[in-house]
Nanobody, 120 residues
Framework: QVQLVESGGGLVQPGESLRLSCVAS????????MGWFRQAPGKQRELVAG???????NYAESVKGRFTIDRDNAKNTTYLQMNSLKVEDTAVYYC??????????????WGQGTQVTVSS
């Protein structure tokens, strides 16, 4: 049974940072791309960032230069470092995999979701 367990969400003010973590189990982690998606109320779920097995990174235009996706294969963990957070980044963030590529499509398994709220 594949499980993706997320942590790191919270409430922050604009301009602050958060780091999300996603620990995978039950899968051959190192050969797959992984990704982070987010969904805000009333909006479609969107791919925020993906990372290939080789470390190639893909980002939504709205987060380029502010977010960084990384992975630690020894820990089966995918990270999303979010800097300079904006109110419009507020959403539930979901870890996803295994993805075929860093650009998608989404994989079968999803994390439980972690709430990121950016508010002044």
């Amino acid at each position: 049974q594949v499980q993706l367990v997320e942590s790191g969400g919270g409430l922050v003010q604009p301009g602050e940072s958060l780091r999300l973590s996603c620990v995978a189990s039950g899968m051959w982690f190192e050969v797959h791309a992984m990704g982070w998606f987010r969904q805000a109320p009333g909006k479609q779920r969107e791919l925020v960032a993906g990372i290939s097995r080789y470390g190639f990174q893909n980002y939504a235009e709205s987060v380029k230069g502010r977010f960084t996706i990384d992975r630690d294969n020894a820990k089966n963990t995918t990270y999303l470092q979010m800097n300079s957070l904006k109110v419009e980044d507020t959403a539930v963030y979901y870890c996803n995999g295994p993805m075929l590529t860093a650009r998608g499509p989404s994989g079968e398994f999803w994390g439980q979701g972690t709430q990121v709220t950016v508010s002044s």
